[in-house]
């Protein structure tokens, strides 16, 4: 199977500019990481040996990482927890708009 190619080259994370880029050869240096979030340096890098299915949930878990970064959680809640928060909330968020593309629709009305 070839692997995916990059779905995005940035994303806007609460005003941000954050780069996304192809870390495919670092990531799987390190064990096979799918993903990680330098959320202080704005960006993003994934591993793309992954599967399409695969990196949309890693694609929005390292979103997620930079939100709650950006919206200062790690400074409310022990950084234990970040990573199981993060992981069931992602995926949780994700299936949620797969599951509802009339949701979807409807949050991103204009008006
Ligand atoms: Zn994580």
């Known amino acids: 199977m070839r692997p995916p190619k990059l779905p995005v080259k940035s994303l806007d994370i609460l005003g941000k500019p954050f780069a996304v880029e192809d870390a495919t050869a670092v990531l799987e240096l390190e064990d096979g990481t799918l993903g990680k979030c330098a959320h202080a340096k704005c960006f993003i890098m994934l591993n793309l040996s992954q599967n399409r299915a695969q990196l949309r949930d890693t694609l929005l878990h390292e979103a997620f990482h930079a939100i709650y970064s950006e919206m200062g959680l790690c400074e409310d ?35």
């Open 77 to 111: 809640i022990p950084e234990a927890l970040e990573e199981t928060i993060i992981r069931r909330l992602a995926t949780g968020a994700l299936n949620l708009l797969r599951a509802n593309p009339k949701l979807v629709d409807f949050l991103m009305e204009k008006q």
